[in-house]
């Protein structure tokens, strides 16, 4: 069985496949489904969702600009030298950019421009699957959620420090008998004071947004009519969601 240690060096080294002929290295960035997004500076940032399985670096951190707080465009975008990590949850602590990967269980650190401060493997057991990252204000930490998937409606919280160094605070365990049980479920969360607020899919498969307290009991469920949204973040106390097809846009006031 191959180690977590192994994945990252073989994910880190992909890119050095680009001078390989075989290998078809072709971007199209700006044709994929974007993922999560943050608010960070006054602009938006959120990566493509790489389906091309092409070689190379496929992954682009794309910045996008909120004119007269009514339109998104795409300002400009900086190579992430990533390959082969899927949909990549995202959020900020007010400097600093921090991602998830559904998929290879890398956590990554990086500035606004793209430069990889830290990368680390998370050291999670390989049942718990990756569902999601924000930044917490008030415990000025990073907390990381997982689905079990021995056990599809359980997941699982932990507060880590913001270097990434797995000094957990606190690990929370909790239920969602609502949420879906097959491929989807819970895949981004963000925090705003003592909430946390998350994207998932119930057990019929239609998108909700989640609200729960400091301790993950629910507060409140909304259901979200368009099914291409990936992605949640506040702008001051307004909660936008984004969409597959690059589209940002203001949910509610909260």
Not at 24 to 53: E, M, P
Not at 86 to 91: E, N
Request: with cysteine; net charge negative; aromatic share 12%.
């Amino acid at each position: 069985m191959i180690s977590r240690q192994t994945i990252l060096l073989i994910t880190l080294l992909v890119v050095g496949c680009e001078e390989n002929p075989v290998n078809d290295t072709k971007r199209d960035i700006y044709s994929d489904d974007i993922a999560d997004v943050t608010y960070l500076n006054g602009l938006f940032f959120t990566t493509n969702y790489d389906l091309s399985a092409n070689a190379g670096s496929q992954i682009d951190l794309m910045k996008f600009n909120y004119e007269n707080n009514t339109t998104t465009y795409i300002d400009d975008s900086y190579d992430l030298n990533m390959n082969g990590q899927g949909y990549l949850a995202l959020d900020n602590d007010g400097v600093d950019l921090y991602l998830q990967s559904r998929i290879s269980f890398l956590l990554i650190k990086s500035s606004a421009i793209g430069e990889h401060i830290n990368i680390v493997m998370d050291t999670i057991s390989s049942n718990w699957q990756p569902s999601g990252i924000t930044f917490q204000s008030i415990t000025d930490s990073i907390v990381t959620i997982y689905r079990n998937m021995n056990e599809l409606s359980q997941y699982r919280a932990r507060t880590i420090s913001k270097d990434l160094s797995f000094s957990s605070v606190k690990d929370v365990i909790f239920n969602f008998d609502f949420i879906d049980t097959t491929h989807y479920g819970v895949y981004a969360i963000e925090s705003k004071g003592s909430l946390f607020f998350m994207l998932g899919a119930d057990t019929t498969q239609t998108d909700i947004l989640i609200i729960t307290n400091n301790s993950f009991e629910v507060t409140a469920l909304d259901t979200i009519p368009d099914s291409t949204v990936v992605g949640l973040c506040f702008k001051d106390n307004d909660l936008f969601l984004s969409y597959r097809n690059r589209k940002i846009e203001q949910w509610k006031t909260y």
